[in-house]
């Protein structure tokens, strides 16, 4: 997903970016965005959940990808910085999406230490922030998500994990028969599903549907779908 608007590069432009003008000659992306954007392209049907990373995820470049990036990676006159920089993320990746959470959150510090790219860091910040969530801290999981934005604002992926958050809260929230404090946290939800929307207008369809039938679709994001409703 190039949602992102394109940004000043380092000498390199980002790893992944060089990777993928070899193979397809594509636009240039920052390396952690190719592995979290890929999941905003096919229009497919879009649970009220969160995106997650792990087995078989859409989040994750495909291997034949991850090896050509490890070659071309390797052979570019880098910095030393930025190569490590993107072995820390890859080390982080890896172990997250075998499920070694504690060693992901080591190398994802690592690789913030050194990684300069904002569209980058919104990144490793969005998988932190999965991180969190998957163990329940929707709190950290909430802190890392904004982070990502702090980076880069067109991040569908973080405002959507935000939204499903308050969703589930408010929805619990109601169940309890705590129905002002319901309705505040899913009016939440809705901006941040507006904002999700706007920016992947084919994505998140359950969502969609949902802020429809709740009349909470804003009028910017009716605009934006045209004649879908």
Not at 89 to 101: F, I, S
Not at 172 to 195: F, H, I, M, P
Not at 209 to 221: A, F, I
Request: hydrophobic content about 40%; proline content about 3%; some cysteine.
């Amino acid at each position: 997903m190039a949602m992102a608007p394109e940004q000043p590069r380092r000498q390199a432009a980002g790893f992944v970016a060089v990777a993928m003008c070899v193979a397809m000659c594509g636009a240039p992306v920052g390396f952690v965005g190719l592995a979290s954007r890929k999941s905003a392209e096919p229009r497919q049907r879009v649970q009220l959940r969160g995106e997650k990373i792990g087995a078989g995820s859409e989040n994750f470049i495909d291997k034949a990808f991850t090896v050509m990036t490890d070659i071309v990676v390797s052979t570019m006159p880098l910095a030393q910085q930025e190569k490590d920089a993107y072995q820390y993320y890859r080390d982080g990746l890896r172990a997250q999406t075998g499920g070694d959470y504690s060693a992901a959150l080591r190398s994802y510090a690592e690789a913030l230490k050194l990684e300069e790219d904002p569209i980058d860091r919104s990144y490793i910040f969005y998988n932190l922030g999965i991180i969190f969530g998957s163990n329940g801290e929707y709190v950290k999981a909430v802190k890392y998500y904004h982070l990502a934005l702090d980076q880069n604002k067109e991040l569908p992926q973080a405002y959507n994990n935000i939204a499903v958050i308050y969703h589930d809260q408010a929805s619990r929230a109601e169940k309890k028969g705590a129905l002002d404090k319901s309705t505040v946290l899913y009016d939440k939800a809705a901006q941040y599903w507006n904002q999700a929307i706007r920016i992947a207008p084919t994505n998140y369809l359950e969502a969609q549907n949902w802020l429809l039938t709740t009349g909470r679709l804003s009028y910017r994001v009716q605009e934006k779908l045209g004649g879908i409703w």
